[in-house]
């Protein structure tokens, strides 16, 4: 009897092709799904196809690299929007005649240069500020803070300078030593503190922005001259007006005065003249002669 002839089964050497398209559906699912969450920078896109355009129709474009992105080129110089001014400032320029410091001293010097010449009112100014000095017998009678008639005049021109232009105003009110003592001013705080906020007063009423001014009195505590003699109690009675360059520097003087204020290197910006150095008050010897009339 003839045995039957086993038959082998045809191996598949094609199984393959399966693992193949599996893999390949999946990974055309997976770019789908990419594709379906992704986002189009259109700036991006805008400056490639314009970059692409030029390149194409003005071959003296081909040569320059296509900007894309926000990648800044390397340079040694400091970024500028770093050092500018806070926006409460008054941006100065590089042209010294356009910085408002300069201008609002160059016109004071102008305006009041007769009294300059009198030493009856002095403009002095460093990066930061300017100061205008009055001294108080050209504003206020004497132990009081109700301006005269000539303050009137005075504070008017002052506000016409000062009113154009967004600096801060710090007003600051000194007198000397001899003290004082009324139902109206106690003592020598209350006097200078008067007197300062009447000059604030005096300059809002003239068109000056009461938001850009302070009104501080320092009494008889920040002398620039001796009080021993008459001529230094004139001196250190007087009215300042610090022109800050910001509302930084105006807080940087409130402290001390402008008279012992020194500009501080992380609030420096190109600006004015240095100002002159100011005489050290010399110590008093004796007791102050009480019978000398009040300030």
Do not use: C
């Not at 410091?101 to 009198?118: E, V």
């Not at 460093?126 to 132990?143: A, Q, R």
């Not at 600096?167 to 006097?191: C, K, M, R």
């Amino acid at each position: 009897m003839a045995r039957r002839r086993h038959h082998e089964e045809h191996e598949n050497h094609e199984r393959w092709l399966v693992s193949y398209a599996d893999f390949i559906t999946l990974l055309f699912a997976f770019f789908v799904v990419m594709y379906s969450i992704s986002s189009i920078n259109e700036g991006k896109y805008k400056v490639l196809s314009e970059s692409l355009v030029g390149v194409f129709s003005e071959p003296e474009r081909a040569i320059k690299p296509i900007p894309i992105g926000d990648e800044k080129p390397r340079t040694t110089e400091p970024d500028r929007s770093m050092i500018e001014d806070n926006p409460n400032s008054s941006t100065s320029s590089d042209d010294p005649a356009n910085d408002p410091l300069q201008q609002i001293a160059t016109s004071m010097r102008d305006a009041f240069g007769d009294l300059i010449a009198n030493e009856q009112l002095t403009v002095r100014g460093n990066e930061l500020w300017v100061e205008i000095e009055l001294n108080s017998s050209l504003l206020f009678p004497s132990g009081d803070a109700v301006p005269n008639e000539m303050a009137f005049t005075l504070i008017e021109k002052v506000a016409k300078i000062l009113a154009p232009y967004e600096n801060p105003v710090h007003v600051e009110g000194f007198t000397d030593n001899l003290p004082i003592s009324t139902a109206q001013y106690p003592s020598n705080w209350e006097l200078s503190s008067a007197r300062a906020a009447s000059i604030v007063r005096m300059l809002a009423m003239d068109g000056v922005n009461p938001g850009r001014m302070a009104a501080v009195g320092y009494g008889e505590f920040q002398p620039v001259a001796d009080n021993a003699t008459a001529e230094g109690r004139a001196r250190n009675r007087r009215v300042v007006l610090v022109v800050s360059r910001n509302l930084d520097v105006r807080r940087s003087v409130s402290g001390v005065g402008s008279g012992h204020a020194k500009p501080d290197a992380a609030l420096q910006r190109a600006g004015t003249q240095p100002a002159p150095a100011q005489p050290q008050a010399a110590p008093v010897t004796g007791p102050a002669n009480i019978s000398t009339p009040t300030p």
